[in-house]
């Protein structure tokens, strides 16, 4: 699936500390190209932006065999699929009730799309960059699917176009695939709204009465408090909440 993460192992913005004087004890790392856009794009969201983050425990058990399924079926062999795909969709129709956390703030007035650029974070050997795939709401399951693979693997090989760097409209950080449980993410530029997908783990959960073994996993969002008040955005994420426990029948409810 889609990831998102700090700097690899070989890069970052500033060397570990030394001591004076002991030369050759501490290392330079030049901040420039890719890594100096992301440091001032961090700076710019997170003393600009007020942010606000709300975590939400959540049982992916259905979620989990639904992809397992989705695997199974002969069109879908070809595709690589993870929950990601799921919390996608979960998104998307939270979007389609809640449409303010697809909003951007624009200092007079507050700018809502009928569309979602759905962004979805990708850690690269040059840093951390967040493609959007366009119109995402109008895709099929399996063309999603598709398309976050698409993304995911374009921008890892370095051929990210500008196109696919703007234009994000909400966004996803897969944090779970580095063993991560939550963050605070921080939003991009522009949006108002980011979500954490946290690892997926076997852990107790009251399942009809009775504590059970359930794959569990916590959802963070963060969202820009001049557009998004602390009840939309609890009713928001507990929507994603809502699908992601049961999501056959959101799927249906949603056509």
Same mark, same amino acid.
């Given at each position: 699936? %889609?990831?998102?993460?700090?700097?690899?192992?070989?890069?970052?913005? %500033?060397?570990?500390?030394?001591?004076?004087?002991?030369? *050759?004890?501490?290392?330079?790392?030049?901040?420039?190209?890719?890594?100096?856009?992301?440091? +001032?794009?961090? !700076?710019? /969201?997170?003393?600009?932006?007020?942010?606000?983050?709300?975590?939400?425990?959540?049982?992916?058990?259905?979620?989990?065999?639904?992809?397992?399924?989705?695997? +199974?079926?002969?069109?879908?062999?070809? !595709?690589?699929? &993870?929950?990601?795909?799921?919390?996608?969709?979960?998104?998307?129709?939270?979007?389609?009730?809640?449409?303010?956390?697809? %909003?951007?703030?624009?200092?007079?007035?507050?700018?809502?799309? +009928?569309?979602?650029?759905?962004?979805?974070?990708?850690?690269?050997?040059?840093?951390?960059?967040?493609?959007?795939?366009?119109?995402?709401?109008?895709? /099929?399951?399996?063309?999603?699917?598709?398309?976050? *693979?698409? @993304?995911?693997?374009?921008?890892?090989?370095?051929?990210?176009?500008?196109?696919?760097?703007?234009? *994000?409209?909400? &966004?996803?950080?897969?944090?779970? !695939?580095?063993?991560?449980?939550?963050?605070?993410?921080?939003?991009?530029?522009?949006?108002?709204?980011?979500?954490?997908?946290?690892?997926?783990?076997?852990?107790?959960?009251? #399942?009809?009465?009775?504590?059970? !073994?359930?794959?569990?996993?916590?959802? /963070?969002?963060?969202?820009? #408090?001049?557009? @998004?008040? $602390?009840?939309?955005? &609890?009713?928001?994420?507990?929507?994603? $909440?809502?699908?992601?426990?049961?999501?056959?029948? %959101?799927?249906?409810? #949603?056509?």
């Amino acid at each position: 699936g %889609a990831d998102r993460g700090g700097p690899p192992a070989n890069g970052g913005a %500033a060397g570990t500390g030394g001591v004076a004087g002991d030369g *050759g004890r501490e290392s330079r790392i030049p901040v420039r190209g890719i890594r100096r856009a992301i440091a +001032e794009h961090m !700076v710019a /969201s997170a003393f600009t932006a007020p942010h606000v983050t709300e975590f939400l425990t959540v049982d992916l058990t259905r979620s989990v065999r639904a992809i397992g399924r989705l695997r +199974e079926q002969p069109a879908w062999r070809e !595709v690589r699929v &993870s929950p990601l795909l799921l919390v996608a969709r979960a998104v998307l129709a939270a979007v389609q009730r809640y449409p303010m956390l697809n %909003a951007r703030w624009a200092g007079d007035e507050i700018i809502v799309p +009928e569309f979602v650029n759905l962004g979805i974070a990708v850690a690269t050997e040059r840093g951390l960059v967040v493609p959007n795939i366009k119109d995402a709401g109008e895709l /099929s399951n399996l063309a999603l699917a598709r398309a976050i *693979g698409a @993304v995911t693997a374009t921008a890892r090989a370095g051929r990210s176009t500008p196109a696919d760097m703007t234009g *994000g409209t909400f &966004s996803i950080t897969n944090v779970g !695939v580095f063993g991560v449980d939550a963050g605070t993410p921080i939003l991009p530029v522009g949006e108002s709204a980011i979500l954490a997908f946290g690892a997926v783990r076997d852990g107790p959960w009251v #399942h009809r009465g009775k504590v059970k !073994v359930r794959k569990v996993t916590t959802l /963070s969002l963060s969202f820009d #408090h001049r557009v @998004v008040d $602390g009840e939309l955005g &609890s009713r928001f994420l507990c929507a994603i $909440g809502t699908f992601l426990n049961d999501p056959e029948t %959101a799927l249906l409810a #949603h056509g």
